[in-house]
């Protein structure tokens, strides 16, 4: 029974902090320059990628809290990518979108995006993440 309750405890724990993580990660503008970001390049695109992000971020707050596995946070952020096909914008406010990604999966732990962002990014998979 004490191991239900500490593991009960310690996830309770981590869905805390993850929560806590991303309602910091929804407050900031993952836009904004930085030492190694110059920061958007066209101003319309800080408010709706924003959005997006902040979106994606939501969803993966609900996946955790399902105890839902990579392929669920995959699939989100394929949809996100899927979404955004046609749409241009710079390559260095391209990566910081995918920095931003980055960011989200470390707050819940994700490993890795299964390929989504290079290929996204640079239109491959690399070997290693298939």
């Known amino acids: ?73 995959q699939m989100a952020i394929k949809q996100v990518l899927d979404n955004l096909d046609g749409v241009y914008f710079d390559s260095e406010d391209q990566d910081q979108f995918c920095a931003s990604i980055e960011a989200l999966m470390d707050i819940v732990g994700l490993e890795s995006s299964g390929g989504l962002l290079n290929k996204w990014r640079y239109g491959f998979i690399p070997d290693d993440d298939k």
């Open 1 to 73: 029974m004490e191991q239900t309750e500490e593991n009960v405890r310690k996830r309770k724990d981590a869905l805390q902090h993850i929560d806590e993580a991303i309602e910091q990660y929804i407050a900031r503008d993952k836009f904004a320059a930085t030492s190694v970001y110059p920061g958007i390049s066209d101003e319309e695109l800080r408010e709706p990628l924003n959005n997006i992000l902040n979106t994606l971020a939501e969803t993966f707050k609900k996946i955790a809290h399902d105890e839902s596995d990579e392929i669920m946070y």
